[in-house]
């Protein structure tokens, strides 16, 4: 069993940043694919961006490219993201995933990121 917790979520105006972590229970981190997912308020939740168990390869959402950036830190435990250049259109509650193939294995709760205009 594994256990995510979100962290870093909070209210930031349009333009600025803010750094996402995703602390992660047991000791098997590192089998893990770790995604962000997003779901704002009336809409389906999406996928944001993903990183290998390595951590030398990361995917990321057209929307997000070049803004966001995923990393993790294997020897923590721990999987970032971190968000520049932030639009009303970001704000959404954040989750992270650990996934072992195609398909999220274990969720966090989430933090909610808002971002004014």
């Known amino acids: 069993q594994v256990q995510l917790v979100e962290s870093g979520g909070g209210v930031v105006q349009a333009g600025g940043s803010l750094r996402l972590s995703c602390a992660a229970s047991g000791r098997t981190f590192s089998r893990y694919i770790m995604d962000w997912f997003r779901q704002a308020p009336g809409k389906e939740r999406e996928f944001v961006a993903s990183?290998?168990?390595?951590?030398?390869?990361?995917v990321y959402a057209d929307s997000v490219k070049g803004r966001f950036t995923i990393s993790r830190d294997n020897a923590k435990n721990t999987v970032y993201l971190q968000m520049n250049s932030l639009k009303p259109e970001d704000t959404a509650v954040y989750y992270c995933?650990?996934?072992?193939?195609?398909?999220?294995?274990?969720w966090g709760q989430g933090t909610q990121v808002i971002v004014s205009s």
């Open positions: 990183v290998s168990r390595s951590g030398g390869s990361t």
């Open positions: 995933a650990g996934r072992t193939i195609a398909t999220p294995d274990y």
